[in-house]
Structure formats: structure tokens, C-alpha cells
């Protein structure tokens, strides 16, 4: 009988600890410092201003794919190209998330617009714009990409506070 008298507020008690959990959750998830992963656009079939991706390109996008699929990626940007969006085309269509557009001629904009966000970032770029980018996030110098080297993968955490770059190279295998 005790009980039932206080049962309506040990009800009360228990949804607003409840409620501030779930608040809690999510304020931290809005809170997440972004990941960024960036990359150069695989094999491209010949060197005219903007070739398709070469069989051995396909391949490599395919390879990114596999690598990448399983993330919790919240968006996706691209230059204008089309290696750059064939890259990236196949994890976007899989994930059901549009390929959104850069300008490579503002990195500066584009690297705080990155700072910015939050979850998992993919960006698909060139062998000069790639590296620059990176820099720009990082505040300090990033080694240049060969013309003849397709396999960088450039990875920051903690973008927006204090980024940290963890750099890869992955061999195709799909």
C-alpha cells in the first residue's frame, strides 16, 4: 500500500531521468567531431581533360567500396568530373546518398565548410587538390600525390578541434 502511493511519482522520477539520458545521447551525437576521409579519384582511362575511369580504375572503386561500406558515412562530396564521381558513385548509390559537388578552386571554403560537420565525410578529388585539402584541415603541410599514385587514402579525426591524420595505402583487391 505504501508503494501505491508513491507510484506515481517514482513513475515521474523515472521518465525525466529517462528523457535526459536520451537528451544527453543526443546532444553528444550532435556533438561528434567529424571524420574525413580523402582520397584521389582511381585510374583514369587516358589523359584528356576528363576521361572516364580506366578497367583498372573501376576496380580500384570497387576496392574503396568494400573498404568503406560498412562506415556510418553521412555524406559524400566530389568534384565535377567524372573520375572523381565514378569513384565515389558505387558507395553512394549502395548507401542511397547523393555525390554533393566541391569547387576545387576554393579549398580554403571547402576545408572549414568540412571542420564543420560532423560523422563520417568522404571526399574524392585530384592529385594536386587531395593533398592541399588535407593541409587546409590540418594546418600543417601534407606530402604532394604523384600523378602515377591512385592508392592515398588520408584519414582525419578530430577535424574541427585537434585533427589528427592517419594516412594509408590500399592495394585493389576486388
Given amino acids: 500500500m505504501f508503494y501505491k502511493a508513491y507510484l506515481p ?9 529517462t528523457s535526459s539520458v536520451f537528451a544527453q545521447t543526443k546532444v553528444a551525437a550532435q556533438t561528434v567531431e567529424p571524420t574525413i576521409i580523402l ?4 585510374e583514369k582511362l587516358d589523359s584528356s581533360r576528363d576521361p572516364d575511369l580506366s578497367p ?5 572503386s570497387n576496392t574503396l567500396f568494400h573498404m568503406l561500406k560498412d562506415l ?3 555524406a559524400i562530396y566530389s568534384t565535377s568530373y567524372k573520375r572523381t564521381m565514378q569513384t565515389v558513385q558505387p ?9 554533393n559537388p566541391y569547387d576545387p ?6 576545408a572549414e565548410i568540412l571542420k564543420e560537420t560532423t560523422g563520417v565525410v568522404l571526399v574524392s578529388g585530384h592529385s594536386n587538390t587531395t593533398p592541399t585539402l588535407t593541409s587546409l584541415i590540418l594546418g600543417s603541410e601534407v606530402s604532394k600525390i604523384n ?7 588520408f584519414i582525419i579525426t578530430s577535424a574541427s578541434t585537434r585533427p589528427v591524420l592517419t594516412k594509408l595505402r590500399y592495394p585493389i583487391f576486388y
Avoid: K, Q
Fill in 147 to 153: 600523378e602515377d599514385e591512385y592508392d592515398n587514402l
Fill in 72 to 74: 556510418e558515412i553521412t
Fill in 9 to 17: 511519482f517514482l513513475l515521474v522520477i523515472t521518465f525525466i531521468d
Fill in 39 to 42: 582520397f584521389r579519384h582511381a
Fill in 105 to 110: 578552386r576554393d579549398l580554403a571554403g571547402f
Fill in 56 to 60: 583498372v580504375g573501376v576496380e580500384r
Fill in 91 to 99: 558507395l553512394a548509390d549502395s548507401l542511397e546518398l547523393p555525390v
